[in-house]
């Protein structure tokens, strides 16, 4: 299944729905959020409601608009972006032993078609990131490899957009990562039985019409199953957690010269089986 958060042009109220191919139809929950903590202790989600629109007729929003807690990123987990960020920045190529966790605020969560600030007045070198979104369904502590599969509930695209400057600066990368509307999500997550397997899935991001990255996740140093092993480790995850799995090589930071977002560019991310989420730069 196919799950969104909508508004009409008629109620701005945002609200959960099914979505099955040209249609959504509204969930009796008040969120998506609510609605993947029910499906965490009945193992159903709530009912379908009577009200169905057409998807032109809506405005989708981040499937979780305002997550409970930071989105968990998982940095240099594709080796070819590894060594394009140790060639940009003259650095020993190292692959990790281990998955490098960062994260970002909430306040970076903005929709699929949603406009994504330029910050000129806080970064000059603001950058794309295509990724693979995990949302957990089930809650878990120090789980398994074999296991945390079954704590999935389902996929998005997300963009983990990045003033690369400010993630220099500040010899860390949360600075960098947390720019307000930083991180668009979308446009539905796919049930992980829908989805199938996450490591076999083609991931890939335009700018403006031209191709800048292209990869699967089968490239992944970590996959998913590691990532989500490593991660709950004496931390608890929780239904709506969300989990940025890292991206592959051709972002702006290691491209020769380097390339930047500017005001106007149309910025579109996509893995297949889920969809493609189109954000502009706004100045």
């Known amino acids: 299944m196919r799950y969104a958060t909508f508004t009409l042009p008629s109620d701005p109220r945002p609200r959960p729905g099914v979505v099955e191919d040209d249609r959504i139809t509204a969930l009796e929950a008040p969120s998506l959020l609510d609605a993947i903590h029910a499906h965490s202790t009945r193992g159903a ?8 629109y057409a998807l032109s007729a809506v405005q989708l929003h981040a499937p979780i608009p ?24 003259n650095r020993e190529v190292k692959l990790p032993e281990v998955p490098v966790f960062f994260t970002k605020a909430p306040t970076t969560v903005s929709g699929p078609f949603a406009d994504v600030p330029l910050h000129a007045d806080v970064t000059q070198q603001l950058d794309w990131e295509v990724e693979l979104a995990v949302v957990i369904g089930r809650e ?12 999935v509930f389902g996929y998005a695209v997300l963009n983990d957009i990045t ?26 997550i796919v049930t992980a039985d829908e989805f199938g397997d996450p490591q076999s899935k083609r991931v890939s991001l ?78």
């Open 163 to 188: 003033g690369r400057d400010l993630q220099q600066r500040h010899t860390q990368w949360f600075k960098g990562k947390s720019l307000d509307g930083s991180c668009p999500i979308g446009p539905v």
């Open 45 to 52: 989600m709530p009912a379908r409601g009577a009200a169905s």
């Open 206 to 283: 335009r700018v403006n019409g031209v191709t800048k990255q292209d990869a699967t996740t089968a490239d992944m140093i970590f996959p998913v199953a590691i990532i989500i092993e490593w991660l709950s480790k004496g931390l608890t995850l929780e239904p709506g957690d969300i989990i940025a799995t890292g991206t592959p090589e051709g972002v702006g930071m290691g491209r020769t010269p380097q390339e930047w977002l500017q005001a106007g560019d149309v910025v579109e991310a996509e893995v297949e089986g889920i969809g493609v989420i189109r954000n502009r730069i706004q100045g």
């Open 66 to 89: 305002r997550p409970a807690k930071n989105v968990f990123c998982v940095g240099r987990n594709y080796a070819a972006h590894v060594k394009e960020g140790a060639a940009a920045y």
């Open 140 to 151: 878990g502590r120090n789980i398994s490899r074999a296991d945390a599969l079954s704590h």
